[in-house]
């Protein structure tokens, strides 16, 4: 009760001690990782099975329904590659996304009863979501192999632009578990965005099959998506597909301009939160 009342009483704190005491709880962020990765496959027959039959799902649902509609658009590249890494991006973010969004209100109970820094929370659904993340990835390891593709030293941008994925997933999860809170309709409205996101990010169909229908304008709104350009980095990056530098720069400071304002938030309501729930 004494330190509960000391950190109620206390000045609020800047951003980088916040970031800075995170580090403190590292330990219970894998606890809750761990916790996370139990429950998700309790009780099921396949267990960590679903995390291959899920994304391979999707994968040969694409290469079925849109092989021969974008095929002659990609050149030599099969389209298998092509949408393998759209969808690396886009199982991770989607699923960070709304795992770390509806993460606070699904923990209230621990929140009322123990203090501790409540970023943790969507922090863990984060990483939570790089099981699924390097799943996808060994797909594409496997099919740049079959496929015979040559690895370029582009590839070395790769590790950057899933780094980005993960930080911008965060903050958009962060973002939404903050506001949740207050605004409970949100996490029923988050799932249905997230899956018509899809189709407004590049994930089956190349970019230009939108932006080349679209006025110069229209096309920078489009990249405020930061998905767009990730998946496009992380193309140029495995395939050496074209890069849209300025389409890809305004996703990397939408997402980055998403991410620091979700943190300074998330802070700065992070003393109601307990009360709110």
Known sequence: ?????????SRPKSLAVNLMELWDFRALIASFVRRDIKVRYAQTSLGLLWVFIQPLAYLLSFIFIFNRVFTKSLEDIPYSLFAVTGLMVWTYFSFAVTQAG???????EIIRKVYFPKLVIPIGKAFLGLIDLFVVLGFVACLLIYHQVTISSKMLWLPIFLLLTIAFALGLGVLISAVSIRYRDVQHLVPFLVQLGMFFSPVMYPTSF??????????????????????????????????????????VVSGSLILVGAIAYFFRVERKLADEL
């Not at 009760?1 to 009483?9: D, Q, R």
């Open 210 to 251: 939108i932006t080349d229908h679209l006025p110069k304008w229209l096309q920078m709104v489009y990249y405020l998506n930061p998905v767009s350009g990730l998946i496009i980095g992380v193309r140029w990056a495995t395939l050496g597909t074209n890069i849209d530098i300025i389409g890809v720069s305004i996703s």
């Open 102 to 108: 509806s993460s606070l209100i699904g923990s209230q």
């Open 1 to 9: 009760m004494h330190m509960k009342g000391k950190l109620i009483n």
